[in-house]
């Protein structure tokens, strides 16, 4: 998947509420095909205006190209979803058959004239700015525009052709010139304690040993260990020379470095690319927080005087950059300031937030790249990079939206990516816009749960999963907190309305929620109002949720990957937690890795579930042998 406008999968859908009627049983939500949701994204925007009365009040219709209608809309209605979230005026599209197409809005005069401006913004020809930008470059390629700027030549055959070497040429050539009218980049800031530089290498290799066998190389030319600073075992020893980060630690309470910080922050410190790997919840966040803390207070350019933010991370949900921009928001050094931009809210709110000038810019990749081709964030001063949960971003197609951020960013950055996972697809991604960077992986790299969080695992039938949530639900201490996982949004809207007709207060988290809902349902659970939560996989990567005792995966999820992350939401920072997964005949694929991941962590293997496995081995070894018949779906043929 990979829409400029969208945020992660659950955000293509129309927003809708799926509650289940009262009395209706917890099986019939097995049968939500979702047909017909993406498809009615575009009658919410169009037709839905009568039914609420806006045909009755004020209109006016404007006229655009309808080559340009496209602009408006927005892939899979999301932009003109956004156009009247923003404006609270309504736009119904006319007829696009012709030249031109007429946009009939309604609403308030304020409200009218606000969605027209927008659509004005949107429509504007660009050629104008864009010759503007080729004749303000200086240097050579200017001087040489006349006659570099003829990028056609007539063939043998008398026909005119574009001459692709020479415009490519002139590009880069334009390019380079940008790039070297920018101030330099700082990115060094390390001061490596003698006590730290004094450490063997046989000290150096055990203690690694020791915190979850981390392992520490380079990726690229140079390959080894040269150069590789050691890790540091104390907050003072890594922030020595920055007392105000020490007091920032302090507040927290934290006595010591995670191991995953150990070795980051004097990698980082130094300036160097790093991909981080670890398991959910050892601390990446302030592994990267920190230093980019630090790089951007010491850049030549003062602050008040960048035309754009020094730090940008990147996350694949909105989830995730919320969490990201509340951890931002704990530490307090130099006035430092950031803004969280992702699509589904009020788009005017975050443009003004950046208009007042920010240093850290939190987002997800459509919405960033919607801002920074609408020039209201100029990319070229980013300096610190970082691609949080870069697995999970691969894993929703936002690969081309990473490609198109990195075109306006100078080559010189700093890049961190993070990851709990090492495929092929992120090693090619770090092969491509990080340089020589240091590899830090703690733990195996093979797929594995954390070992504070006792997993459960019942193989059930369809019918007896009621049954069970209800059991365990009505037997849950009045301390408890709960995450309840779906396959789908339907799935997760049914089970919320059922709970909540027999008494339960609970809250759902999914993509056919408004996200000021979804900011609600989270903070509830996070405050305490509910202890319940029913959610889908947009909940699997970047909730913390620091007293969440126990997760149920009601729907075992189609990637094994997504069953670690899910059951990382407890057992989080040194606590312990429970996760119960119940698994059906129709998740028999995964039986297999399943097993691999209880063994490795010293947990209970049902018997019922090596059988799974052995079934699905031998109906794997027919297949392939020819003789599989029918059955080829995820149903086994029992």
Not at 38 to 45: K, L, W
């Amino acid at each position: 998947m990979s829409d400029w406008d969208s945020d992660c999968d659950d955000d293509y859908t129309q927003v809708q509420q799926n509650s289940a009627p009262q009395g209706q049983k917890f099986q019939s939500r097995g049968n939500h095909s979702g047909r017909g949701q993406r498809d009615g994204q575009y009658s919410r925007n169009f037709t839905t205006a009568r039914g609420r009365g806006y045909l009755r009040g004020n209109n006016k219709v404007i006229s655009i190209p309808s080559t340009k209608v496209g602009r408006v809309i927005g892939r899979g209605g999301l932009k003109i979803r956004d156009l009247e979230y923003e404006s609270e005026a309504k736009i119904k599209i006319g007829n696009s058959a012709g030249a031109n197409t007429d946009i009939t809005l309604f609403g308030t005069d304020s409200a009218i004239t606000k969605v027209e401006q927008m659509i004005k913004d949107l429509t504007i020809d660009k050629e104008a700015s864009k010759k503007q930008n080729v004749q303000s470059v200086s240097g050579t390629a200017s001087q040489d525009c006349a006659s570099a700027c003829v990028f056609t030549y007539v063939n043998s055959e008398g026909n005119e052709v574009i001459d692709l070497a020479k415009a490519s040429a002139y590009a880069d050539q334009v390019q380079r010139e940008r790039w070297a009218a920018l101030p330099p980049i700082v990115k060094n800031f390390y001061n490596e304690d003698p006590t730290v530089a004094a450490m063997p290498p046989n000290e150096v290799a055990y203690w690694r040993l020791c915190n979850f066998d981390i392992k520490v190389t380079r990726i690229g030319e140079n390959l080894g260990v040269e150069g590789i600073p050691n890790p540091v075992l104390t907050f003072e020893q890594a922030f020595k020379d920055y007392p105000e980060i020490l007091d920032e630690i302090r507040k927290q309470g934290f006595t010591k470095p995670s191991p995953i910080q150990s070795q980051a922050w004097p990698v980082l410190l130094k300036g160097e690319d790093m991909i981080g790997i670890a398991q959910t919840g050892t601390g990446k966040t302030l592994a990267f927080l920190l230093p980019a803390l630090i790089h951007i207070e010491g850049q030549p350019t003062p602050r008040d005087k960048r035309p754009g933010p020094t730090v940008l991370v990147l996350a694949p949900t909105r989830e995730l950059a919320i969490q990201i921009q509340r951890e931002v928001n704990k530490y307090h050094y130099k006035g430092i300031n950031s803004v969280c931009i992702y699509g589904g809210v009020d788009r005017q709110e975050q443009i003004d937030n950046i208009s007042k000038g920010v240093d850290i810019v939190i987002a997800t990749p459509g919405r960033l790249i919607d801002l920074i081709k609408a020039n209201y964030i100029d990319a070229s001063y980013f300096s610190y990079i970082v691609l949080d949960e870069a697995d999970r971003m691969l894993d929703m197609g936002f690969e081309p939206q990473i490609h198109i951020c990195f075109l306006s960013v100078r080559p010189e950055h700093q890049c961190v990516m993070t990851s709990a996972t090492w495929p092929s697809a992120v090693r090619q991604l770090a092969d491509k816009y990080m340089h020589n960077p240091v590899y830090v992986n703690v733990g195996s790299l093979d797929l594995a749960a954390v070992h504070t969080v006792t997993q459960k695992v019942r193989v059930v039938t369809e019918d007896e999963k009621d049954t069970i949530l209800l059991d365990f639900i009505r037997n849950m201490d009045p301390t408890d907190k709960v995450l309840i996982f779906c396959a789908k949004k339907s799935t997760a809207s049914d089970v919320t309305a059922e709970l909540a007709c027999k008494g339960f207060y609970c809250e759902s988290l999914h993509g056919d929620r408004d996200q000021s809902d979804r900011e609600a349902a989270l903070e509830d659970m996070m405050d305490g109002t509910v202890n319940i939560l029913v959610a889908t996989d947009v909940a699997s990567r970047g909730i913390d949720i620091k007293d969440l005792t126990h997760v149920i995966n009601l729907d075992f999820p189609l990637k094994i990957e997504e069953y670690v992350h899910r059951i990382g939401r407890t057992g989080r920072a040194g606590r312990t937690g429970i996760a119960l997964s119940l698994v059906t005949k129709y998740d028999w694929g995964n039986a297999s890795e399943l097993i691999k991941i209880l063994e490795e962590a010293h947990q209970e293997v049902p018997n019922e579930l090596r059988e799974m496995a052995a079934r699905f081995k031998a109906n794997k070894s027919t297949r392939q042998h020819g003789r599989g018949g029918r059955g080829r779906g995820r149903r086994p043929r029992w």
